[in-house]
């Protein structure tokens, strides 16, 4: 009884894997294949869809695998799923190391942080010296419109210093 509960549910929580992995493997193709895609949409288009395939292979393996009882499948999936919960841990301790003590600076008399690249991590701030990283992600800053919807607001000095901006809106008014 135990046994067909639990293949049951790992076959419907692997269905629905299935099915959320296709908007995902579809939204990667569209932004690749988009004629007029900027750069930064190009650019996270392989992740996105090498996450998909991942994503849908390993529900299907899990799937097929619990409704059939192939045991070669439900081993896979078992070592796919610790493959991902060890990747994903590890890159958020990446995340916290690299970014620690970047947590920005309070300012009287302004209502947002002042972040300084001195304050990441070594390895930050060699690739944000970088040129060709730089032109990359001020690409897709311009991509998203940051400074165009600061521009739109139509601040007054004073009312953009006590503004609560964003760590990008920040970048923004840099670049």
Known sequence: MAFRLSNSLLGIL???????????????????????????????????????????LVSLAGLVGACCRVNCLLWFYLVAMFVLIVVLFCFTVFAFVVTNKGAGEAVSGRGYKEYRLGD??????????????????????????????LQDKNWDQTQFFKADLSPLELIGRHS
């Open 14 to 56: 692997n269905a629905v894997t299935f099915l959320l992995s296709v908007p995902v493997l579809g939204g990667g193709i569209w932004l690749a294949t988009r004629a007029d895609g900027t750069e930064c949409e190009r650019y996270f288009s392989a992740p996105v869809i090498a996450f998909g395939v991942f994503l849908l």
């Open 120 to 149: 990441y991590s070594n390895w930050l701030q060699k690739r944000m010296e970088n040129s060709k990283n730089w032109n990359r992600i001020r690409s897709c800053l311009q991509d998203s419109k940051v400074c165009k919807k």
